[in-house]
C-alpha cells in the first residue's frame, strides 16, 4: 500500500532560519507529489507540485522541493523563512495515472517560527 | 478563482439529528471530495465523485451520505452520528479526475461537534 512519512512531526526556528522538510514515499509506480500548507484557523493551500520534468519544483512564497525518484524523497525547503511561515505542512502523494484518484497525506509537520 | 466554498462554517448537532453539509465550486472541475480531518491529523479521504456519480467511497459507516446534485455541488448528509465523528471535514474540487496532473483545491471545512 502507497504512505507518505513526515519524519519531523514539530520544527521550531528562528526567523531568518534556512528550513527543510523530509517527506518519504513508498509506491514505486508513477506519482504525483504535492506539498499543502494549512495556517492557523485557514484551509489547506497547495504549496507546490511535481508532476515531471524538472526535478527541483518551485512554489509559492519562496517555497521549493526536490524530487529525488531513487530516494523516494520529496523535501520540502525555503533558505529564509519568516514568522508567518508559521504552519503545518502536509507532504501528499496522488499515486498513479488511473481512474483510482486518492490523495494519500503524511501526518503533518508543524512548523514554529519564533520572531 | 480557485475557490471552494462550504456551509456551514461550524455545527453543532446532537446524536439524532439529521443535518447536511454543503460544498459549491465554479472552477468546472468535474471531480469533487469529501476529507475528514481530526485534530492535528491529516485528511483521510472519504468519498470521490467523478461526473456527478461516486466513485470511491473508502468504507465509510452508511450514517454519512454524499449526494452530487450536479457539476457544482456536493453534499454530504448526516444522521446518526457518534461523537467520535467530530472533526474537520473538508470538501475538495479538481479538474478531471482520470487526466493526469490536476491538482485537488480544498475549501475551508466545517467543524463538526457531535454532543
Known amino acids: 500500500a502507497q504512505s507518505v512519512s513526515q519524519h519531523n512531526h514539530h520544527v521550531i526556528l528562528s526567523e531568518a532560519a534556512s528550513l527543510e522538510l523530509g517527506c518519504n514515499y513508498s509506491?514505486?509506480?508513477?506519482?504525483?507529489l504535492f506539498w499543502y500548507v494549512q495556517y492557523p484557523g485557514q484551509h489547506l493551500q497547495l504549496l507546490l507540485k511535481?508532476?515531471?520534468?524538472?526535478?527541483l519544483v518551485k512554489g509559492i512564497k519562496g517555497f521549493e522541493a526536490e524530487f529525488i525518484k531513487s530516494k523516494f524523497s520529496f523535501n520540502l525547503r525555503k533558505p529564509s523563512v519568516q514568522w508567518s511561515d508559521t504552519a503545518e505542512y502536509f507532504c501528499?502523494?496522488?499515486?498513479?495515472?488511473?481512474?483510482?484518484?486518492?490523495?494519500?497525506f503524511g501526518s503533518g509537520t508543524r512548523l514554529l517560527v519564533r520572531p | 478563482d480557485t475557490e471552494v466554498t462550504q456551509t456551514p462554517k461550524h455545527l453543532v448537532m446532537g446524536m439524532t439529528n439529521k443535518k447536511s453539509l454543503k460544498c459549491e465550486q465554479h472552477?468546472?472541475?468535474?471531480?469533487m471530495y469529501w476529507y475528514k480531518q481530526k485534530a492535528k491529523k491529516p485528511p483521510e479521504l472519504m468519498f470521490v465523485?467523478?461526473?456527478?456519480?461516486?466513485?470511491i467511497n473508502e468504507s465509510v459507516p452508511s450514517r454519512f451520505s454524499p449526494e452530487c446534485p450536479n457539476s457544482s455541488l456536493l453534499n454530504l448528509h448526516l444522521h446518526a452520528l457518534q461523537p467520535e465523528d467530530s472533526a474537520l471535514y473538508l470538501c475538495?474540487?479538481?479538474?478531471?479526475?482520470?487526466?493526469?496532473?490536476?491538482?485537488?483545491?480544498f475549501g475551508p471545512g466545517t467543524r463538526l461537534l457531535v454532543l
Open positions: 472552477m468546472g472541475h468535474r471531480a
Open positions: 509506491y514505486g509506480g508513477t506519482v504525483n
Open positions: 501528499a502523494v496522488k499515486a498513479g495515472m488511473d481512474s483510482s484518484y486518492k490523495l494519500i
Open positions: 465523485y467523478s461526473y456527478e456519480k461516486l466513485s
Open positions: 511535481y508532476f515531471s520534468g524538472d526535478p
Open positions: 475538495a474540487s479538481s479538474q478531471d479526475r482520470d487526466r493526469g496532473g490536476e491538482t485537488q483545491y
